[in-house]
């Protein structure tokens, strides 16, 4: 609890300490220059996630709108954006190449160090779905199987080196290039990649894998197509944020103030609450 005051409390100040600096002064930066000559914001979206991104709809298209509404409120409102559809895959690699200059797509703050994030739009749980039964089987006795590089990765890898049992390498280890041996009641943990959901939630029906590590958002996507209830263990928090080149900060330090203004006002809440996310 003490540690979740504490990131509070550094999350006010880096907050404030944005919205110190004129939004004026954000505004002339270059890469703010550049979007205002072109006259419209080019925003990276999904197109396959219900309550944030599907058919035109969602909690990220209208953020999208409405980020561009706010970083250009010269220009009319149809016209200040341009969405384009990225996927899990894409987003990253068209922000790196300027395709897009934001991406409003499920996108884990701070996930890498070549992007910038505002201030997170929301926050997701991430836990390990089971086969009936498994609820209480300990996660060190499981074949956990995980989605190649998505945020629930991230986050299982955080959650296993928080808790599995380390042997420091001692000067002699090192100098023989020896791995020291692990204590017989060591704590281990077993995980096996996949490279798409249902890959791996069809391993999880077929009894191959004990647990498939899913955020919020990917179990409410699947639970129609497929059988699973959670383990009772919860692995971490994953926050969403939108993210620009880490080449153009000022974009995502205004989109920053952005998504504080709109928490703050309460209008994100409503958001969260239009689309079923609160």
Known sequence: RIALYVLAAIAVIVIGAVLNRPKDQLMNAAEMK??????????????????????????????????ADYLLPETEADAAGKLITVSSQTASTKLSDGSIDAAIALMQKDASSKYSYSYPYYTDTCRVAVNEGGEDMPLDEMTIGYVQNTAGQNVLNRYIDEHETKVERSFIDRLRGRTPELPADAVTFTKQAFASYPD????????????????????DRYAESYDFTFHNTELGKVEYAIAASADEPAIAQLADVFIYELRRSGQLDALLAKYGLN
Do not use: Q
């Open 200 to 219: 791996m939630l069809n391993a999880l029906r077929e009894k191959r894998i004990d647990g498939a590590v899913l955020t919020g958002v990917y179990a």
């Open 34 to 67: 550049r979007i205002s000559d072109r006259g419209v914001l080019v925003v990276g979206v999904r197109d396959d996630t219900p309550g944030f991104a599907l058919a035109g709809e969602g909690l990220e298209i209208e953020l999208a709108w409405m980020f």
